[in-house]
């Protein structure tokens, strides 16, 4: 196990519903990124904190934000959920931004 | 913008046969890495490629990246059934941390 968690494991949201997914980085690491993955998909790179400052965005919209906390966890917050945003989420810890990630176990996110 | 394609999408081996997935971009790539992704899991980190050329090993699996730095390889000898599960090449874009995977290849190994 890599030591990077998240919350909640599993989650069911309506169309326009906003969600807050949650994660903890593993210890010693300062850099978090998010992904998007669909079923059968690679992850899609959603963005990156390095020491509370977003470090990259992918293309997604403004209304897919985050965090990251002075302790280095952080979140995924997503508005005006839509269908296609369900999928798993998935974060990744790292010490900088080009060395390995560890990925947490992840949430799956369906979206009604 | 950067994208990494990777073939083939899908693989069936017996077991004990080898496996070859590519990785391929139209851009330099700064560094290349490889994830795999058991099925209902997440990825995990098997190796990170950065010279020109390199080729690591490790036990059965042996990663290349291709001299103009535009392509990688991951290769399993003599295939096992614990090697089942989905393998994604990854690229970092610029000076960001913005990985960008190939869509995976996975692996189906019949016993």
């Known amino acids: 196990e890599t030591g990077v968690t998240q919350s909640p494991t599993h989650l069911i949201k309506t169309r326009g519903q906003q969600v807050t997914l949650r994660c903890s980085s593993q210890?010693?690491?300062?850099?978090v990124s998010w992904y998007q993955q669909a079923l059968g998909q690679g992850p899609q790179f959603i963005f990156q904190y390095y020491r509370e400052e977003e470090n990259g965005r992918g293309n997604f919209p403004p209304r897919f934000s985050g965090l990251q906390f002075p302790n280095y966890s952080s979140e995924l917050n997503v508005n005006a959920l839509e269908l296609d945003d369900s999928a798993l989420y998935l974060c990744a810890s790292s010490f900088r931004n080009y060395n390995e990630q560890f990925f947490g176990p992840g949430t799956r996110l369906t979206v009604l | 913008g950067q994208q990494v394609m990777q073939i083939p999408q899908y693989q069936h081996v017996q077991e004990g046969e080898d496996f070859t997935t590519y990785c391929n971009s139209s851009t330099t790539l700064s560094n290349i890495q490889w994830y795999k992704q058991r099925p209902g899991g997440h990825p995990v980190f098997l190796i990170q490629l950065v010279k020109s050329g390199e080729v690591k090993k490790q036990k059965r699996l042996t990663f290349q990246f291709g001299e103009a730095k535009k392509n990688s390889s991951l290769h399993i000898t003599a295939t096992q059934t614990t090697d089942v599960g989905t393998y994604f090449c990854g690229a970092l874009s610029g000076n960001t941390g913005k990985l960008i995977f190939g869509q995976g290849t996975t692996l189906q190994v019949k016993p």
């Open positions: 210890s010693g690491h300062n850099t």
